[in-house]
């Protein structure tokens, strides 16, 4: 087992599985020395072992083809994605509630399917955000200054304290809203609080009192292949 272990400007150790390969990541305070730090992780042996098994046995989307018939996720739902031969501009559409129509010509590469998907997602997490945003900047009286979409591997969100720009996973869009919801409202807790501590969690108990049950579930979620 391999573990990576991180110092950071922070108070309180943590330790994470991240999905989709079980990958064990520990975020140390730099005043903790690496005896510290293996005594730790040999205390959460059993705990470790126990969340590598949850994440390697949890279904994950196979490698992606775009051809019609495969599962896609939008907003926590499972689509099929029917593919529909197009001589015009390549563009998405749901089409009800149980197919995402991928309109492409009709040699489109897999790669040139998985860039207009991608498009999409990206579109569609830019319509939702704004909404949830101004609705927490307004509760947690905060201003971001700045925010934009990235395809991350380790991360649902990021706040640059000192720019007050805030980074959203492309994935979330795949995830249930309210899941998404959380994310905004993580990060823009960070403009209050800066540090994973008590009162970041104070922050967030008296704000989203669900949001251990939503991160959960976020966490849980089917997990996505990143190609």
Known sequence: MIIEVEW???????????????????????????????LFAI??????????????????????EYVSGENHYFKGVRYRLNVV?????????????QF?????????????KKDVINQWYRNELRKLLPELISKWEGKLNVKADSWDIKQMKTKWGSCNIKTKKILFNL?????????????????????????????????????????RTIKEELNNFIASEYE
């Open 8 to 38: 950071k400007n922070i108070k309180n150790i943590h330790l994470t599985v991240y999905p989709p390969d079980a990958r064990v990541h520990i975020s140390a305070p730099k005043s903790m020395s690496i005896h510290a730090v293996k």
């Open 43 to 64: 205390d959460k042996l059993g705990w470790i072992k126990s969340k590598i098994k949850l994440v390697s046995d949890r279904p994950r989307q196979s490698k992606r």
């Open 85 to 97: 031969v197009h001589n015009s501009q390549p563009k998405v559409e749901l089409k009800g509630t």
């Open 100 to 112: 995402i129509n991928l309109y492409v010509k009709e040699n489109a590469s897999v790669e040139k």
């Open 171 to 211: 994935e979330l869009i795949k995830k249930p809203v309210h899941c998404i919801e959380y994310v905004v409202v993580h990060e823009l807790s960070h403009l209050i609080e800066r540090l994973h501590n008590d009162k970041f969690t104070s922050i967030l108990d008296n704000n989203l009192p669900n949001w």
